[in-house]
Each structure stands twice: as structure tokens, then as C-alpha cells.
């Protein structure tokens, strides 16, 4: 019996020391997504890309715009190519754990040439590495202009629907 119990002793040990045991910790999270935005802000095209997982996306601000990682690469590298890409400067983050600790969501406001833009995420801790596995970026509008707002989409095909209510 006393063979057994150390037996199973060992191994459980062996698997716990095979599985992670990192957290994501929210300061990780800021400085792992100042680091991506100042990727791009400095066309460092392969470390832009490397914090993207194989299987992430990218959602842009325009409706066609939902991008696996090689789509994105292959929008993006013209970009990156002429020296810089974008410079969005992030500010006002707040970011959430999963209980399990190997998940977190954020989003963010961001200074970009669109003006004030909004970009929420969600990374997971990949063999102890941070990874974007989803990322959305969206262009924000104070309420009190959305009227405005809708008399300029109107000219997009896209939104042709809102003309047949009139």
C-alpha cells in the first residue's frame, strides 16, 4: 500500500509540473498590448505579428473588415513595409481575468488619426506566452452626433436600409 501512495504521489507530480501554472496578471496585459500598439507605431512587423495567435482575429472599422492573421499580414505589410504603419496611443484600459487565470479580456480607448477609437480584446496565455485570439477596433461617436452620423453613412451602400424608412 505504501508503494502505491507513492507511486501515485510521483505521479502527480510529474503532472503538475508538466501543466502551467502561470497567471496572466493584469499588469502583464498592459504592457504586453503597449508593446503591440508600439509595434505598429514603429512598423515592427514581426513582433506586431508574433503577439497575434495562429488562429486570432482582427476586426477593423469597416463592416468586410474581419481578418484571420494571414489576412491581416497580408493588409498590413504594405504598411509596415514603408517604415510605420499606425499610431494608436492607448489610455484608460480596464481589463478582466478568467478564474481560471489563463484568459483576459480588456478594452480600451485609443488616440488614432480617426480620432478617439475603441478597441477591446481578448488574449489567453498560450504555453505561457500571451496571445491575441480576438481584437476589435471601433470608431466612437458622442450621441448627440449620431443624427449627423447617419446622414454620412447613408452614402454607403452597405447601409441602404436606413433610406427606405423616409
Known sequence: MRILSL??????LILGA????????????????DEWHANAANAELDPF????????????????????KAEFY???KPFFDR??????????????????GDIAWFDEKLETWMGVCRGSGILELVNDELKIKH??????????????????????PINEFLSKDE
Not at 83 to 99: C, E, I, M, Q, T
Open 49 to 68: 505579428f508574433n503577439k497575434i495567435d495562429s488562429d486570432g482575429f482582427y476586426l477593423g472599422t469597416q463592416h468586410d473588415e474581419i481578418w484571420t
Open 83 to 100: 517604415g510605420r504603419a499606425w499610431s494608436f496611443k492607448p489610455y484608460d484600459r480596464n481589463v478582466h481575468l478568467s478564474g481560471s
Open 74 to 76: 497580408a493588409f498590413s
Open 135 to 156: 481584437y476589435n477596433l471601433s470608431v466612437t461617436i458622442a450621441n448627440d452626433l449620431v443624427q449627423d452620423f447617419i446622414e454620412v453613412i447613408k452614402r454607403d
Open 18 to 33: 508538466c501543466q502551467s501554472t502561470q497567471n496572466i496578471d493584469p499588469v502583464q496585459v498592459h504592457q504586453f498590448m
Open 7 to 12: 507511486l501515485l504521489l510521483s505521479v502527480s
